[in-house]
């Protein structure tokens, strides 16, 4: 009797510990999967776990300023404008740059506005800083935006002596700000003029 005893004792005793055993492994097992997903979760990258991608980033639009005149005659006057375009609408208030030219073909240069900058009461102040370049600062005293369009127009006399075949006039150090004084990009695009005898 006492050996039958016994002997249910230890097979009750040997199913309570495989129970505890199987319940460990299973809280083992849990406790894994937890630990790697939540190093799944926090090693993912942003976009991953529902934030928003980086924004895309996008070209900026440039600004273009270019010459625009045909030809002239060697010993006569030719009218030569500066044209703007390709802008953001209400982007551009005070431009200012230098206007470069051969100063053994052309020379008197005079400049004006035209009507784009009266209609954002602007004007036009320039200088002879040299033979060959004229320094322009197109401006006014608010805020208001140039449109897009033919800015001003210069005039040369081209010289009697000038031989006949292309000049260059470029726009050079050119800068452009928008009503809160932030710089715009911008873009010069050149120009060769044709001189015909």
């Given at each position: 009797m006492t050996n039958i005893n016994a002997g249910t004792k230890t097979e009750a005793s040997n199913k309570k510990n495989n129970k505890n055993l199987i319940l460990v492994i299973i809280l083992g097992m849990v406790?894994?999967?937890?630990?790697?997903?939540?190093?799944?979760?926090?090693?993912r990258e942003p976009?991953?776990?529902?934030?928003p991608a980086p924004p895309i980033e996008v070209e900026k639009k440039s600004a273009i300023?270019?010459?625009v005149g045909e030809k002239g005659k060697a010993g006569e006057s030719?009218?030569?404008?500066?044209?703007?375009?390709?802008?953001?609408e209400g982007n551009i208030s005070t431009i200012e740059f230098v206007v470069s030219y051969d100063k053994n073909v052309f020379t008197n240069p005079t400049v004006k506005g035209t009507e784009i900058l009266d209609k954002s009461s602007k004007q036009v102040s320039?200088?002879?800083?040299?033979?060959g370049k004229?320094?322009?600062v197109i401006f006014g005293l608010n805020q208001n935006n140039i449109e897009n369009g033919n800015l001003m127009e210069i005039n040369f006399k081209i010289k009697s002596a000038a031989q006949a075949g292309t000049s260059l006039i470029s726009i050079e150090q050119l800068l452009a700000v928008n009503g809160q004084a932030i710089e715009v990009q911008t873009k010069a695009?050149?120009?060769?003029?044709?001189?015909?005898?």
């Open positions: 406790a894994i999967i937890l630990v790697g997903g939540a190093y799944v979760i926090f090693n976009a991953e776990i529902g934030q300023f270019s010459v030719i009218e030569v404008g500066i044209n703007l375009e390709n802008q953001t320039y200088n002879v800083i040299e033979e004229i320094k322009v695009e050149n120009k060769d003029i044709e001189i015909i005898k």
